[in-house]
């Protein structure tokens, strides 16, 4: 009759865990960090609790959702502490993520140069007019260039930003947030995956 298929401990895996809880997102950089250190957190603490703490770290570092421990209990019959601990173990064994501020600041920056960006793409001779606010803030260097403009001191003219060369910058700033978000460390183990 409708009977729900329970994982056994031995069974779970990153994936089936992941879309249980709605983390998918996460899953790669979970397995890159369980297969960094998992074994050990399962060793102490059982697979279950290793996978979800993985899941836990990733969700978080990636900035998918938080997974709250007494959510993780509930939906895999685990003892939240053990979650709570396998999740410390794998930490101590990778680089912590970029302090907050950082973090906010690399992301203010995607931002504006995405909007500078779409303003090239629209064709409009000037960037975005956006002075005194935080996107101008963010990025001064790429609204001053987006926008051509004569030199009064050389009497050269700049023309401005090249779409592909602001795309390129934009997969950098990208690729920056990313090994911020998730510490050298994890970083390297994901993009080693590639």
């Known amino acids: 009759m409708g009977q729900r298929h329970l994982e056994t401990d031995a069974e779970l895996s990153i994936d089936c865990a992941a879309r ?49 421990r007494e959510h993780l209990a509930e939906a895999f019959d685990v003892d939240p502490d053990d ?6 173990l794998l930490t101590r064994y990778l680089s912590p993520p970029a302090d907050a501020a950082e973090i906010r600041s690399l992301r203010r920056t995607l931002i504006a140069a995405r909007e500078v960006l779409a303003a090239v ?24 260039r987006a926008s051509s403009h004569l030199d009064s001191r050389t009497g ?35 993009h080693d995956a590639d």
């Open 20 to 68: 249980r809880l709605g983390v998918d997102p996460a899953a790669e950089v979970a397995r890159a960090a369980f297969d960094h250190a998992g074994e050990l957190a399962a060793l102490e603490y059982g697979r279950t609790a290793a996978v979800l703490g993985s899941l836990r770290l990733a969700a978080r570092r990636t900035d998918v959702v938080d997974l709250e």
């Open 83 to 88: 979650v709570v601990a396998a999740e410390e």
């Open 121 to 144: 793409e629209r064709g409009r001779a000037a960037g975005p007019e956006l002075p005194g606010s935080h996107l101008a803030d963010a990025a001064p260097f790429l609204l001053a």
């Open 156 to 190: 050269r003219e700049f023309p401005g930003l090249d779409a592909a060369a602001l795309r390129a910058h934009i997969e950098r700033l990208e690729a920056d947030l990313e090994h911020a978000r998730l510490g050298t460390r994890l970083y390297l183990l994901v």
